[in-house]
């Protein structure tokens, strides 16, 4: 409903506070309150001045607001000390990301390792082999796939870790083993690349003579790599992430291991001899798998379970009886290739690549385990903070708190005035009630003719009078409770208000389960009345299409509505409450249009539709005729929507 309420002024506004001063400085000199003198503590003070009432206001805060400050400096602390907290396990959740990303780029410079060292022994080796048998081999994807393979898995890796000087100087690669640099390798991922392909261009040319130089590249990359990861594991010491990425670390070593041990492994099964000085790096490597093992274990107990059902598998029972093999007659020179040496190699290839495969998986479960892990840390680091704020709140709440009680303690110094002021005050409210009372019951022009007396009924020659209700509203409201039924009435009703509050039209108050509205009266606009009225219905027509009923989402809002032009009567009934009632035929016509009309329709008479031809800019579709008991048949139409083709459209 629109209602408008004229401000004050300024200069009555002025005038009020001047009469309010004056009344309570009378006040206080009545009761000679001028030279009253309070002694609190050391300190005498006037209550009746401002400034003692405010020495009064800082005395009272004074005691309280100690313990709170305290309060508030403790929580402050301790919020500096979660927020610190919360940005250590970010950091922490970063590095096992980081480390994550590496982890994978490491396996595949792993795989790139075995698939090298069987590459260049093969080849050494040619002679003696049925070459097919290594082209149709499952498990072997070609060296030049591989190459790319992992230059794909090092374009993946974000950001190329930071990798301290010193680690690459303390891992320094034997003079000429491959002519790459490595002190050059790790300042970026680019000269990695650049790096790493002279080595593969020695590979691909042959050019690599010695078990030691397949080596010495690649174990001095997952060193330095690894290395890197355990500086980054020990910054992570205060988290409960530590045990998981030292587990995660030595399961990596591990696997590393079997990858320098398959090396050796691959060495002998395909030339039938190594050195003794490759024997004891064989020996060495594959003692520091199980210690490896073993120690992922102990730190993350879980994988027992997992390395039990890889234990049980063929492949790593294979591998296992290869490695006896291998330490058993590694030294033996009299040994030589035989085709069912071949065959082994082969099927020990395919064998400790499954196996490693399978301690990969493992690995990845880990990893998961330890982002998990990492973002319940996070989540913690976070409730924590939330915590805090809540600390925080509920101080400044109860400062508040304090700070009003302080306030309403000023009572006793104002004793005299009380009175006075509260009189006023009261007389101010009332009035602003019976202004605001006015205005929520009557049209603004109606209320400014009660103010001066001029009440009166007045007939107006052509208004248009709208009614709407909710189709089944008794099916939307039966099964629900008080609560939601309050709810969903506030909300449909206030949707009305805002929407009316755009047009030129009045809320009349009406005692049954429908609205009406009507356009034209109390303040004379012409013909247009019967254009607000139109595109009101419009605008709640498509109002109700996105309403929500609160405790029916599900559940579309249905209006029926209809509205009708013709003369009518307003008069102000009551005179405790006035009200702006609406007297004619036309109401009871309107109304009865509405109750034959249908959901989410609108239904008008002949006489409004020939209105809205003479305004212009709406459509209308015939609807037919109606008999109604009041007026006996007319014609209706729907009225359909704005007409974009006529003229002076209604905004």
Same mark, same amino acid.
């Given at each position: !409903? ?5 401000? =004050? ?24 309150? %001028? ?28 005691? =309280? ?12 602390? /301790? ?51 049925? !070459? ?17 393979? /992992? ?13 301290? *000087? ?7 690669? =034997? ?8 002190? @050059? ?98 020996? %060495? ?18 994988? @027992? ?11 790593? *029972? ?37 196996? !490693? ?19 319940? %840390? ?33 009572? &006793? ?6 009175? &006075? ?31 001066? *007396? *001029? ?6 020659? +052509? ?16 099964? +629900?409770?008080?609560? @939601? ?42 013909d247009r009345h019967v254009a607000e009225i139109a595109s009101m219905a419009l605008d709640l027509l498509a109002g109700s299409v996105v309403f929500q009923i609160p405790h029916k989402p599900n559940t579309k809002l ?13 008069v102000v009934a009551g005179t405790k409450i006035p009200n702006f009632c609406v007297m004619s035929d036309t109401v009871t016509i309107a109304k009865e249009i509405e109750k034959q009309g249908e959901g989410m329709r609108i239904l008008i008479s002949q006489a409004s539709k020939l209105l809205l ?6 459509? +209308? ?8 008991? /009041? ?21």
């Amino acid at each position: !409903m629109a209602t408008t309420k004229e401000k =004050p002024s300024g200069g009555k506004r002025n005038s009020h506070q001047s009469e309010l001063e004056t009344a309570i400085s009378d006040v206080r000199s009545s009761h000679g309150m %001028e030279d009253t003198i309070w002694r609190v503590g050391c300190y005498k003070i006037n209550p009746t001045t401002p400034s003692g009432q405010k020495f009064f206001i800082l005395h009272m805060l004074v005691l =309280p607001l100690i313990p709170i400050t305290a309060l508030v400096i403790q929580n402050g602390v /301790t919020m500096n000390t979660l927020m610190g907290y919360s940005s250590r396990v970010s950091t922490i959740r970063k590095q096992v990301r980081g480390a994550m990303e590496i982890a994978v780029f490491i396996q595949n410079i792993q795989e790139e390792r075995a698939e090298v060292a069987l590459f260049i022994f093969t080849n050494q080796s040619e002679a003696n082999f049925n !070459m097919s048998e290594f082209q149709t081999n499952k498990n072997r994807i070609g060296i030049q796939e591989r190459f790319s393979k /992992t230059d794909r898995a090092l374009e993946e890796v974000p950001t190329w870790p930071n990798i301290d *000087k010193s680690l690459t100087i303390q891992k320094k690669l =034997p003079v000429g083993t491959i002519g790459a640099d490595g002190s @050059e390798a790790f300042k970026s991922k680019l000269k990695f690349q650049i790096q790493h392909e002279v080595f593969r261009v020695k590979v691909r040319e042959g050019r690599i003579g010695e078990i030691t130089e397949i080596l010495a590249w690649y174990e001095y990359i997952n060193d330095v790599i690894l290395d890197h990861l355990d500086d980054e594991i020990k910054s992570t010491d205060r988290s409960g992430v530590w045990r998981y990425l030292i587990s995660f670390k030595n399961l990596l070593r591990a696997i590393e291991n079997i990858g320098i041990v398959s090396v050796y492994g691959i060495r002998y099964l395909t030339t039938g001899n190594v050195t003794t000085q490759n024997y004891i790096k064989y020996v %060495e490597h594959d003692t520091l798998i199980w210690e490896y093992l073993n120690s992922s274990i102990h730190l993350a107990p879980y994988l @027992e379970k997992k390395f039990r059902r890889i234990y049980s598998g063929e492949a790593y *029972k294979f591998y296992r009886q290869s490695d006896k093999v291998i330490l058993n007659n590694a030294l033996d020179l009299e040994k030589s290739v035989s085709d069912m040496s071949l065959k082994s190699s082969l099927k020990y290839f395919d064998s400790i690549t499954l196996y !490693m495969t399978q301690l990969r998986e493992a690995l990845g479960e880990l990893r998961d385990d330890i982002l998990a892990v990492a973002q319940e %840390e996070l989540n913690e680091a976070e409730a924590g903070k939330t915590v805090g704020i809540a600390i925080l709140s509920f101080i400044s709440v109860v400062t508040l708190i304090f700070y009003f009680f302080v306030k309403n303690a000023l009572a &006793v110094i104002r004793v005299f005035a009380r009175e &006075v002021i509260e009189k006023v005050g009261e007389l101010e409210q009332e009035k602003r009630k019976t202004e605001k009372a006015f205005h929520d019951f009557l049209p603004s022009s109606v209320v400014r003719d009660i103010k001066k *007396k *001029k009440v009166s009924a007045e007939e107006f020659s +052509c208004v248009t009078v709208f009614f709407g209700d909710i189709v089944d509203f008794n099916d939307l409201t039966t099964d +629900c409770t008080p609560s @939601e039924l309050i709810e969903f009435m506030n909300l449909f009703y206030s949707n009305l208000d805002a929407r009316f509050a755009k047009f030129q039209v009045y809320n009349v108050l009406t005692m049954a389960d429908d609205f009406m509205v009507v356009s034209g009266m109390p303040q004379n606009i012409g013909d247009r009345h019967v254009a607000e009225i139109a595109s009101m219905a419009l605008d709640l027509l498509a109002g109700s299409v996105v309403f929500q009923i609160p405790h029916k989402p599900n559940t579309k809002l249905i209006l029926r509505m209809g509205f009708h032009s013709g003369p009518a009567l307003g008069v102000v009934a009551g005179t405790k409450i006035p009200n702006f009632c609406v007297m004619s035929d036309t109401v009871t016509i309107a109304k009865e249009i509405e109750k034959q009309g249908e959901g989410m329709r609108i239904l008008i008479s002949q006489a409004s539709k020939l209105l809205l031809d003479k305004v212009g800019g709406f459509r +209308c579709d015939p609807r037919g005729t109606l008999d109604l008991a /009041t007026k006996g048949q007319i014609e209706t139409f729907w009225l359909v929507g704005p007409d974009n083709t006529g003229v002076d459209q209604h905004n």
